[in-house]
């Protein structure tokens, strides 16, 4: 059970570059999330899907999409990186138990991603 | 945005000391979670509290949530090293969304031998 899994786990782009991150998480949980995590600014919510096949924005979604491909796997992708999208970006997945009642997300390692 | 303000932002200690860190925020919720990120690693939860007065016990750190689920307080006993990291509050998004998490900023923890 390998849990949350992200790639890459370090990248370097030029301003202007494309990328996707890829995450997949193998505990079939339903819902899906990316966050970014800048100095001082805890975790920020990028995009999150719910369930398969649906996507919602965010706190912070300019500059990013994202494909929910599957139940197992949801990447980001940055269009045109900017040197603001210098960041550690975190996946994470979770259950989603009935009721609303707040259930537990797991995290993946992160990809540190450097914008020049 | 629902915030969660938490202090404080950064705290070095030596083994054996108490320490307590906090999480405000001016709304009423539901529940809310704490969570702990070692260095180079993602968050990992360490407690859901729902009940207002609600103390959770986890070894040497207690975690309280307000009698008017607006704060809660972490308290580390006698610190090890091992507790060095970043110690982060969230709570839903969306009251009864359940699923996405507002995080506060987080209080950076240190401790050293």
């Known amino acids: 059970n390998a849990g949350v899994t992200q790639t890459p786990k370090f990248q370097v782009l030029k301003t202007g570059q494309s990328m996707t991150l890829q995450c997949a998480q193998d505990?079939?949980?339903?819902?899906m999330y990316w966050y970014r995590q800048d100095p001082g600014m805890g975790l920020r919510l990028i995009y999150y899907s719910a369930s398969e096949g649906t996507t919602d924005k965010g706190e912070v979604p300019n500059g990013y999409n994202v494909s929910r491909l599957n139940k197992r796997e949801f990447s980001l992708r940055l269009e045109s990186a900017a040197p603001s999208q210098t960041s550690v970006y975190f996946c994470a997945s979770s259950r989603r138990l009935a009721g609303g009642s707040t259930d537990t997300q797991y995290f993946g390692p992160g990809t540190r991603l450097t914008v020049l | 945005t629902q915030l969660l303000e938490q202090s404080p932002q950064f705290l070095s200690i030596q083994e054996g000391e108490n320490l307590t860190v906090y999480c405000n925020s001016s709304s009423v919720f539901s529940s809310l979670q704490w969570y702990r990120q070692e260095p180079g690693e993602g968050p990992v939860l360490l407690v859901t509290v729902v009940t207002g007065g609600e103390v959770k016990k986890l070894k040497r750190l207690t975690f309280q949530f307000g009698d008017a689920r607006k704060d809660s307080s972490l308290h580390i006993t006698a610190a090890q090293p091992g507790d060095t990291g970043l110690y982060l509050c969230a709570r839903s998004r969306e009251e009864n969304s359940g699923y996405a998490l507002n995080f506060g900023k987080g209080t950076s923890l240190l401790v050293t031998p």
């Open positions: 505990m079939n949980h339903n819902s």
